[in-house]
């Protein structure tokens, strides 16, 4: 089968190679990709940033969609035919995450992606696709999905008439919106482009901001709530942009720290403890997270939002492109 992998980091050194198709064991079964999307946590690899004692040869990307096509014995959740998506972290199935848990996350390093033809994974490492979405689709639902999904609804307590902060247009910021307006929640979007910022509000964003032109944007939501702040801030910029996440949240709010996009200095303290905030870090989440997410996503038909899609032959251009910053939305390599 076809795949790739890095043998050292550098992206100029992911490149095709062939292995010797996998054959299902005792409860686990093959899956078939027709899809992978890519997350910022794959650039961070390939730079040697995100896990830099990762084993080599590498197979990238933790987001994957496809269908079962074998089954080993014992086999009780699948058949062929299935379609499904193998879960982040393929050892944390509900509960609080553990060590051992953390380490069972696809594409980083420790255990193989989906950037390859075809894999085996047990039984319980997979969710069922929603039955109105492609594979394309539903490839970017593992990772960006569940995070805004476990930040908001399950971490987070969202509730109609709330008001939620979201930084920027990538992946999980745009399914924060997506799913914060499925909740009756009020939006406030960032971004540096008004292009994009246009289209954000097509997707149910109420009031935007060009933090380029407004680099005291978190003024900026203090006077679009009143003086109060936010309830939920969805923080994917990290360093660069929480101390002033930290200013836009209202008292008892909550920010909910996911990205490392940008840099900068610390955050003060004392602002936390006299607002009371609440600062949560997300990792993704869960099977049972994920398979309540997409019960919500059938019910309500929910689209993910694709800005581009390239053939499997072109895996190492998708990274670069994610690289330029000028996605909006999901990046897609289709098999």
């Not at 040869?57 to 079962?68: F, I």
């Not at 679009?224 to 949240?249: F, Q």
Request: with cysteine; aromatic share 8%.
């Amino acid at each position: 089968m076809k795949t790739y992998e890095y043998r050292k980091f550098g992206l100029e050194n992911l490149a095709m190679a062939e292995r010797e198709q996998p054959r299902p064991g005792a409860h686990e079964v093959i899956v078939k990709f027709h899809a992978a999307s890519l997350n910022y946590r794959d650039l961070l690899f390939a730079r040697g940033i995100y896990n830099p004692n990762a084993c080599f040869p590498a197979v990238p990307l933790s987001d994957g969609a496809g269908e079962v096509v074998a089954t080993g014995a014992g086999m009780t959740r699948w058949k062929v035919g299935d379609r499904v998506c193998p879960i982040f972290m393929q050892g944390w199935i509900e509960g609080e995450r553990s060590v051992e848990q953390a380490r069972t996350a696809l594409g980083g390093g420790e255990m193989d992606g989906v950037l390859r033809e075809y894999g085996a994974f047990h039984e319980n490492g997979l969710v069922r696709i929603p039955e109105h979405l492609s594979f394309a689709e539903a490839a970017t639902l593992p990772c960006a999905a569940v995070t805004a999904w476990n930040a908001l609804i399950h971490g987070g307590g969202l509730k109609a008439g709330d008001t939620v902060l979201t930084l920027g247009t990538g992946g999980v910021s745009m399914f924060a919106i997506q799913f914060a307006k499925l909740h009756g929640a009020r939006v406030i979007a960032t971004s540096s482009s008004d292009e994009k910022l246009a289209r954000v509000r097509e997707f149910g964003a109420d009031e935007t901001i060009n933090y380029r032109n407004t680099p005291d944007w978190d003024k900026a939501v203090f006077r679009l709530t009143d003086g109060t702040g936010v309830d939920h801030v969805v923080e994917v910029g990290g360093a660069g942009t929480l101390a002033k996440s930290v200013n836009a949240a209202r008292i008892g709010g909550r920010i909910s720290v996911i990205g490392v996009l940008a840099s900068g200095s610390g955050v003060d303290p004392v602002k936390v403890v006299m607002k009371s905030l609440c600062l949560q870090g997300i990792l993704v989440g869960s099977r049972r997270m994920f398979e309540d997410m997409n019960r919500a996503v059938a019910a309500n038909r929910l689209k993910p939002v694709i800005d581009r899609t390239f053939a499997f032959e072109q895996g190492r251009e998708a990274l670069e492109y994610m690289g330029s910053g000028s996605h909006f939305g999901k990046i897609v390599v289709k098999f």
